[in-house]
């Protein structure tokens, strides 16, 4: 057993894949200030890389499902990364505070069995993470986020919102080329969001006050990210409810729009 941040700096500041699927129990010591790096730690294949990698058209071959494969679990790699540093840099002075820390934990360690699941499915295609670019656009928006109502705004009710569409696409395109265990693991990864953002919502509800959800998120959302980066590709605003409960919020969120073409892009 190790205190929570050993457990977090280890996870945050470690390079390897070990170092971020560090799965031991924790204790919840005092708070202690910490300062955000420029990077996470990364060796080796892990390492950020500058080129480019654009997301396969189309999933039928071998290679692009690895190659999605390999977004995906690099987005569940800066997802553990981002909730580390969130336990670290967050203060927890009261029994409600280590509370929302511990949901934070909870949502990690799902975070390491999505990329666990991810990598092995590469390899059983005939690749290794780290056989394609990666990118720190998430990690990118880390050091904006300066109080909790900001991670939750963007963790929470934005990017893994937007995952509930995500997942649920992408959970049909595998059925669709025949493959059932990549289908079986999507299915996990969108049950598992659903907890996600229900997790946010709950906490966001209960710091907002008499402002309405809605407001209250778009308040603490960090420029220049907007509520359009809450929708993925073939947005289901049933989906979304489920995860949300919050009827003015869906309503707001479905009529939203602006020049983000990610969520303009049609189900082909």
């Known amino acids: 057993m190790i205190s929570y941040t050993q457990y977090a ?23 202690e200030s910490f300062e955000i790096p ?33 977004s995906f679990a690099n987005h569940e790699l800066l997802a553990i990364e981002m909730m580390a540093t969130a336990l670290l840099i967050y203060p927890h002075q009261d029994e409600e505070s280590v509370r ?15 990329l666990s699941m991810y990598i092995k ?22 050091e904006k986020l300066k109080t909790p109502s900001q991670y939750m705004a963007m963790m929470a009710l934005t990017f893994e919102a937007a995952n509930l569409d995500f997942a649920q696409y992408y959970k049909n395109i595998f059925k669709d080329v025949g493959d059932h265990e990549t289908e079986k693991i999507m299915e996990i ?27 209250y998120y778009r308040d603490s959302l960090p420029f220049p990210l907007t509520p359009a980066r809450s929708k993925g590709i073939g947005f289901d605003a049933t989906l979304h409810a489920k995860a949300m409960n919050d009827d003015n919020f869906i309503c707001e969120l479905k009529l939203y729009d602006d020049d983000f073409k990610i969520t303009k892009r049609s189900k082909t």
């Open 38 to 70: 420029k990077a996470p730690g990364r060796v080796g294949i892990m390492a950020f890389s500058e080129r480019q990698q654009k997301f396969p058209k189309n999933l039928f071959g071998i290679q692009q499902r690895a190659q999605a494969l390999h």
């Open 121 to 142: 499915r590469i390899n059983e295609l005939g690749y290794s993470f780290g056989d394609f670019p990666l990118n720190d656009f998430f990690w990118r928006q880390m």
């Open 100 to 114: 929302f820390k511990k949901g934070i934990l909870s949502a990690l360690k799902d975070e390491q069995k999505h």
């Open 9 to 31: 700096k280890q996870i945050l500041l470690g390079g390897t894949l070990e170092d971020k699927l560090l799965d031991v129990p924790v204790v919840w010591t005092s708070w």
């Open 189 to 215: 990864v969108l049950e598992d969001e659903i907890t996600h953002v229900a997790f946010g919502v709950h906490w966001m509800k209960r710091w907002k006050g008499d402002e309405s959800l809605w407001k």
